[in-house]
């Protein structure tokens, strides 16, 4: 995608992940039409519900159409040579078919490990990628593998830091390796969303009962004055004693607002401790303090 020289009339994106969606986004400000087809039963299969529903709204707004629970069945050339390529995919019991001048494939990435004899080298892996430890240690002391090829989190920052991980254990400094756990995400869309923690669908398979608060870009002074995403939610999820597990955002700015959030779950921080923290007026950071204090 990156390499074509024209803007496509038609556009066809199969998979509705964040790469997916955020070509979706581009193509359709530049004047493309836009469809998504997505096998799971909604966008953003790995984001919290609220957040993929909302997002797939304002989507649909922008006038690109999102097909989900659809998984693709064929694509082919049309018999003519105008280059035009047909989409056939299932949903509801039927087959539909779209057309398009360009399918982008967007249904995920696989570490290509076949070449590379990790059996012979002893080195553990999976179809997902190298077996690690929490330094990203393979089987093998003294062998790390970092970034997608281990399959644990396909992010560049996330590669980043299991690299400084790595670096640490190999210095024997463990007070510079840095913390795996809660690495945010965001997604380039427009709007932005981002996400940090657990879904509140996870949190209450660990943890049973949890604490949900939000806070709504409408009710923003700054949101409204920059006329930011007027259906923006920021969303909470922690435990019944206020422990923050999960925080999720969808409007302007998410994938900044995001790391107040981070931080405070990194360190165990609770509803009062973002609560209580003071910010300043009028910013999109009062959305994080508004829905602590629902």
């Known amino acids: ?13 199969i998979g509705g992940g964040v790469v997916g969606l955020e070509f979706a986004s581009v193509f359709r400000s530049f004047g493309s039409e836009v469809t998504v087809v997505e096998f799971a039963p909604e966008i953003l299969p790995a984001f ?14 922008r006038g690109i159409t ?6 693709v069945t064929a694509i082919h050339a049309a018999s003519t040579r105008n280059g035009e390529l047909h989409v056939s995919f299932e949903r509801k019991g039927s087959i ?3 057309i398009a001048d360009t399918v982008l494939m967007a249904v995920g990435r696989s570490p290509r490990l076949q070449d590379l004899n990790l059996e012979g080298a002893g080195i553990a892996h999976t179809p997902r990628g190298i077996t690690v430890d929490e330094h990203m240690q393979t089987s093998v002391p003294g062998v790390y593998a970092v970034g997608d090829v281990n399959g644990l989190c396909p992010l560049a920052h996330a590669a980043t830091a299991q690299s400084f991980a790595a670096l640490a254990h190999m210095l024997g400094k463990p007070e510079l390796a840095p913390n795996l756990e809660h690495i945010p ?3 380039f869309t427009v709007p932005e969303c981002a996400t940090v923690g657990l879904t509140e669908a996870k949190a209450k398979e660990i943890h049973g ?7 709504h870009y409408r009710s923003n002074g700054r949101a409204l004055s920059c006329d930011a995403t007027p259906d923006g939610l920021v969303k909470i999820v922690c435990t019944p004693d206020g422990r923050l597990l999960g925080g999720h955002i969808i409007g302007n700015a998410a994938s900044e607002l995001i790391h ?3 931080a405070h779950i990194h360190h165990g921080g609770t509803l009062s401790d973002l609560r209580r923290m ?7 950071s009062e959305l994080l303090a508004q829905a602590a204090g629902e």
């Open 1 to 13: 995608m990156l390499s074509l020289d024209h803007v496509p009339e038609r556009l066809c994106v």
């Open 278 to 284: 003071v910010h300043a007026h009028p910013t999109l």
């Open 209 to 215: 009962e949890v604490v949900v608060r939000k806070s």
């Open 48 to 61: 919290d519900g609220d957040i993929a529903r909302r997002l797939r709204t304002a989507l649909k707004k």
């Open 66 to 71: 999102v097909h989900t629970g659809s998984p």
């Open 96 to 98: 539909s078919e779209i």
């Open 185 to 187: 995400a965001a997604v």
């Open 260 to 262: 107040e959030l981070a």
